[in-house]
């Protein structure tokens, strides 16, 4: 039985009580948003590449079985093997399964969201398996025993003291060392002893493409090509929503994704792989977990246009504010708060609402989900599964029932206006209202617009058109 | 032509001098013979919406389409609650009453785009802050926002440059969201709030001397942290300015306990 994560709110606050940290993190993504900026600024045709882009997906999502079935076909003529998994637990068996088979002892992982999302690194080490985490940041929160806060950046929530004090710990760096070249130099050094010792390479797929069978994976710090480079055996964990027709299909996404996540026009690295090494083995592990629901879903059906650049996060000022973590969920942010309740919404009740409805998300998508739209919608989606708080619906009834009887609102009005007036500087008032805690409540007038019209207008009622 | 005037609840409420200067600016217009203002109007709907109740949506939407079935436009004085009836609404409706919803304007983008409005000689000699409220901005498309690429345009913006001897000032951030939110600003009390004293410190940094928007629960929100803080920096909503009003104190009327 799922049961409900902390809610948002309740992380948030935490979060936003160390004001200067949650300021330092609003910028530090905000920053990130002005490079997006002026990437996509400088694109004239920045605007008609979304819209295409999200053909293309919408395209691929509807023909999802057909593309599928000529990867696994093409994939296969050129020596990949494909498995395909229903959900996490028979994904994690199948790499399992295969890392076995060789006798695998150490893996080494490129940035994979998706092996985030089956906890694929703790099912490993369970099975005496070492896998470390390659991607820089990943590596940071790896050894904090932390999951990242944010897809494409997920160690945007330590600060570089707190990367040197880890570093002084785990990797015997100098102590009180912050110097982020310092720092980064022996990450590197460990980790290029990883990768040397490594039996498996494991990365996650970008793009997978139905015509020639083959996957991109793009990363900035070329772990991924390492990684598969150096161990024979090399695993590919996609989800199915990952697969686009044709090979020109792909530079519309290479296109809008590192300038939307990173403001970069490119990723350093967009690394095509189109078979085993010589004398090695590739596989790619197809993971549906939920989305083929989405897929028939017409209401979220474009939630998997999704390509995981994170733009949603960096522009989103509630994200920026409260922190990945405060989401709990592998996913984030605005995407996250679609994704994650549609797959199990009891446990993110919550998320759905942390939001503000303000449309930036949906605006800067490159692939032009209509976030705060699917947003809006979950929420009458959760008060249908009988997933809102009681309070709440009681609440809203009791608004509903005055807004549909003008009397009634009137007097609940005069209520309302009455006690703001005489109660409105009283802290306890104040902080029962939740409003009044950190802000003034208005202080109302004595006479209201209608009574003010009847005044000054009496024949321009409606009644007497 | 015949101007239904739609007040939202909170301006009929608590802001009743937005709803006045919203029906003198319509009033002054010479192609307007008549604003009607139906005097059973509650409420768009928008908080239950917000928080996934829509059991009384229907109900809401055929009233309001009771209300105004004889005005050739419906303006209204916020985003927000137009985006609700324009965008919202016709999931309850008969296809017959979607031309009405097509209708309801809010302020700015009627007197923009129907009105070719001018303010003539009304002054304001101000600093103004031009806080984008997020419905009117990117749902209504009162503007373009700075997320996408494309001519760079802003109807409540066009209106106040005509104002004589205003500053419209410019933010760092130019069209974050305030935290208001609806029910947001209650349910994630404290990241609305840290959203609304960014977004008061960026008009600040800017040197405004007033903060307007075309929503008036933006400026609510805003106010509320403003005036806690005791801070000099008034809010005004857009209508007021355009209807010739000067800035008020930030000192509220301590009036006794007599409402109605």
Same mark, same amino acid.
């Given at each position: 039985?799922?049961?409900?994560?902390?809610?948002?709110p309740?992380?948030?606050?935490?979060f936003?009580?160390?004001?200067d940290?949650?300021?330092?993190h609003?910028?530090?993504?905000?920053?990130?948003r002005?490079?997006?900026?002026? $990437?996509?600024?400088?694109?004239?045709?920045?605007?008609?590449l979304?819209?295409?882009?999200?053909?293309?997906?919408?395209?691929?999502v509807?023909?999802?079985?057909e593309?599928?079935?000529?990867?696994?076909?093409?994939?296969?003529?050129?020596?990949v093997?494909?498995?395909w998994?229903?959900?996490?637990?028979?994904?994690?068996?199948i790499v399992?399964?295969?890392?076995?088979?060789?006798?695998?002892?150490r893996?080494?992982?490129?940035?994979?969201?998706?092996?985030?999302?089956?906890?694929?690194?703790?099912?490993?080490?369970?099975h005496?398996?070492?896998?470390?985490?390659?991607?820089?940041?990943?590596?940071?929160?790896?050894?904090? +025993?932390?999951s990242?806060?944010?897809?494409?950046?997920?160690?945007?929530?330590?600060?570089k003291?707190?990367?040197?004090?880890?570093?002084?710990?785990?990797l015997?760096?100098?102590?009180?060392?912050?110097?982020?070249?310092y720092?980064?130099?022996?990450?590197?050094?460990?980790?290029?002893?990883?990768?040397? $010792?490594?039996?498996?390479g494991?990365?996650?797929?970008?793009?997978?493409?139905?015509?020639?069978?083959?996957?991109?994976?793009?990363?900035?710090?070329?772990n991924?090509?390492?990684g598969v480079?150096?161990p024979?055996?090399?695993?590919?964990?996609?989800?199915?929503?990952?697969?686009?027709?044709?090979?020109?299909?792909?530079?519309?996404f290479l296109?809008?994704?590192?300038?939307s996540?990173?403001?970069?026009?490119i990723t350093?690295y967009?690394?095509?792989?189109?078979?085993?090494?010589?004398?090695?083995?590739?596989?790619?592990?197809?993971?549906d977990?939920?989305?083929?629901?989405?897929?028939?879903?017409?209401?979220f059906?474009?939630?998997?246009? *999704?390509?995981?650049?994170g733009?949603?996060?960096?522009t *989103?000022?509630?994200?920026?504010?409260?922190?990945?973590?405060s989401?709990?969920?592998?996913?984030?942010?605005?995407?996250g708060?679609v994704?994650?309740?549609?797959?199990?919404?009891?446990e993110?009740?919550?998320?759905p609402?942390? *939001?503000?409805?303000? !449309?930036?998300?949906?605006d800067?998508?490159?692939?032009?989900?209509?976030?705060?739209?699917?947003?809006y919608q979950?929420?009458?989606?959760?008060?249908?599964?009988?997933?809102?708080?009681?309070?709440?619906?009681?609440?809203?009834?009791?608004?509903?029932?005055?807004?549909?009887?003008?009397?009634?609102?009137?007097?609940?009005?005069?209520?309302?206006?009455?006690?703001?007036?005489?109660?409105?500087?009283?802290?306890?008032?104040?902080?029962?209202?939740?409003?009044?805690?950190?802000?003034?409540?208005? &202080?109302?007038?004595?006479?209201?617009?209608?009574?003010?019209h009847?005044?000054?207008?009496?024949?321009d009622?409606?009644?007497?058109? | 032509?015949?101007?239904?005037?739609?007040?939202?609840?909170?301006?009929?409420?608590?802001?009743?001098?937005?709803?006045?200067?919203t029906?003198e600016?319509?009033?002054?217009?010479?192609?307007?013979?008549k604003?009607?203002?139906?005097?059973?109007?509650? *409420?768009?709907? $928008?908080?239950?919406? +917000?928080?996934?109740?829509?059991?009384?949506?229907?109900?809401?939407?055929?009233?309001?389409?009771?209300q105004?079935?004889?005005?050739?436009?419906?303006?209204?004085?916020? !985003?927000?609650?137009?985006?609700?009836v324009?965008?919202?609404?016709?999931?309850?409706l008969?296809?017959?009453?979607?031309?009405?919803?097509?209708?309801?304007?809010?302020l700015?983008? &009627?007197?923009?785009?129907?009105? +070719?409005?001018e303010?003539?000689?009304?002054?304001?000699?101000?600093?103004?802050g031009?806080?984008?409220?997020?419905?009117?901005?990117?749902?209504?498309?009162?503007?373009?926002?700075?997320?996408?690429?494309?001519?760079?345009? +802003?109807?409540?913006?066009s209106?106040?440059q005509?104002?004589?001897?205003i500053?419209?000032?410019?933010?760092?951030?130019?069209?974050?969201?305030c935290?208001?939110?609806?029910?947001?600003?209650v349910?994630e009390?404290?990241v609305?709030?840290?959203?609304?004293?960014?977004?008061i410190?960026?008009?600040?940094?800017?040197q405004?001397?007033?903060?307007?928007?075309?929503?008036?629960?933006?400026?609510?929100?805003?106010d509320?942290?403003?005036?806690?803080?005791?801070?000099?920096?008034?809010?005004?909503h857009?209508?007021?300015?355009?209807?010739?009003?000067?800035?008020?104190?930030?000192?509220?009327d $301590?009036?006794a306990?007599?409402?109605?």
């Amino acid at each position: 039985m799922a049961t409900r994560n902390t809610p948002h709110p309740t992380l948030a606050k935490r979060f936003v009580a160390d004001r200067d940290r949650a300021h330092w993190h609003d910028e530090s993504l905000w920053f990130i948003r002005e490079k997006r900026d002026l $990437q996509a600024h400088g694109l004239p045709e920045w605007e008609e590449l979304r819209a295409r882009a999200a053909q293309i997906k919408k395209h691929s999502v509807s023909n999802l079985a057909e593309y599928l079935l000529q990867f696994e076909k093409r994939a296969t003529a050129l020596g990949v093997t494909v498995h395909w998994a229903n959900d996490a637990e028979e994904h994690n068996q199948i790499v399992l399964g295969i890392l076995r088979s060789h006798g695998v002892k150490r893996v080494v992982k490129s940035k994979s969201m998706l092996t985030e999302e089956c906890h694929l690194n703790p099912f490993l080490e369970h099975h005496g398996l070492e896998v470390v985490d390659t991607d820089l940041g990943e590596r940071i929160v790896q050894l904090r +025993n932390e999951s990242p806060s944010h897809i494409v950046i997920p160690a945007i929530h330590i600060r570089k003291e707190e990367v040197g004090a880890l570093f002084s710990e785990k990797l015997g760096t100098e102590t009180g060392a912050t110097d982020p070249k310092y720092l980064t130099e022996a990450a590197r050094q460990h980790l290029r002893q990883k990768f040397l $010792q490594a039996d498996a390479g494991i990365t996650g797929v970008n793009f997978a493409i139905a015509e020639t069978g083959g996957i991109v994976v793009c990363t900035n710090e070329g772990n991924a090509d390492l990684g598969v480079s150096l161990p024979k055996l090399h695993i590919a964990c996609m989800g199915l929503e990952k697969i686009i027709p044709r090979v020109a299909d792909l530079g519309v996404f290479l296109r809008l994704l590192a300038r939307s996540a990173t403001g970069q026009p490119i990723t350093t690295y967009s690394s095509h792989f189109h078979g085993p090494m010589y004398d090695g083995e590739m596989h790619v592990v197809l993971l549906d977990n939920g989305r083929v629901e989405v897929a028939q879903d017409d209401d979220f059906r474009e939630a998997l246009n *999704c390509i995981r650049c994170g733009a949603c996060m960096n522009t *989103c000022p509630v994200y920026r504010r409260s922190g990945g973590h405060s989401y709990s969920a592998t996913v984030p942010g605005p995407i996250g708060s679609v994704l994650n309740p549609l797959k199990s919404p009891l446990e993110h009740t919550s998320l759905p609402f942390a *939001c503000s409805l303000c !449309g930036s998300c949906s605006d800067v998508c490159p692939v032009q989900i209509p976030i705060h739209h699917q947003l809006y919608q979950l929420r009458s989606e959760l008060k249908r599964q009988g997933n809102i708080k009681t309070a709440k619906s009681l609440q809203m009834w009791f608004v509903g029932m005055l807004f549909r009887r003008p009397r009634l609102y009137r007097l609940g009005g005069w209520a309302a206006r009455w006690s703001l007036r005489c109660f409105g500087k009283l802290a306890a008032f104040r902080w029962l209202t939740i409003w009044g805690r950190q802000r003034d409540l208005p &202080f109302p007038p004595r006479v209201t617009f209608r009574k003010w019209h009847n005044k000054n207008r009496p024949t321009d009622g409606g009644r007497h058109v | 032509m015949k101007i239904g005037l739609f007040v939202p609840c909170y301006i009929d409420q608590f802001y009743p001098e937005v709803a006045v200067a919203t029906l003198e600016i319509l009033e002054s217009l010479d192609f307007v013979e008549k604003v009607f203002y139906p005097k059973e109007q509650t *409420c768009c709907g $928008q908080p239950m919406a +917000n928080s996934g109740c829509n059991a009384d949506l229907p109900n809401l939407a055929n009233r309001f389409v009771n209300q105004f079935k004889h005005a050739d436009y419906i303006v209204c004085p916020s !985003g927000s609650c137009v985006a609700m009836v324009r965008m919202q609404y016709r999931n309850y409706l008969e296809t017959s009453a979607l031309p009405m919803l097509r209708a309801t304007l809010e302020l700015s983008e &009627f007197l923009v785009d129907i009105a +070719n409005y001018e303010c003539g000689d009304t002054k304001f000699p101000y600093r103004v802050g031009l806080h984008q409220s997020c419905h009117g901005l990117r749902e209504l498309g009162l503007g373009q926002s700075s997320e996408r690429n494309g001519i760079a345009f +802003n109807k409540p913006r066009s209106l106040l440059q005509q104002l004589r001897g205003i500053e419209l000032v410019e933010l760092q951030r130019s069209d974050e969201c305030c935290g208001f939110g609806g029910t947001f600003a209650v349910d994630e009390e404290a990241v609305s709030c840290m959203m609304g004293e960014d977004r008061i410190a960026d008009h600040q940094q800017a040197q405004a001397e007033i903060i307007t928007a075309v929503d008036m629960s933006c400026l609510m929100h805003l106010d509320g942290i403003i005036s806690r803080k005791s801070l000099q920096l008034p809010v005004m909503h857009i209508a007021e300015i355009l209807a010739g009003r000067v800035p008020k104190s930030l000192v509220p009327d $301590q009036g006794a306990c007599d409402g109605n």
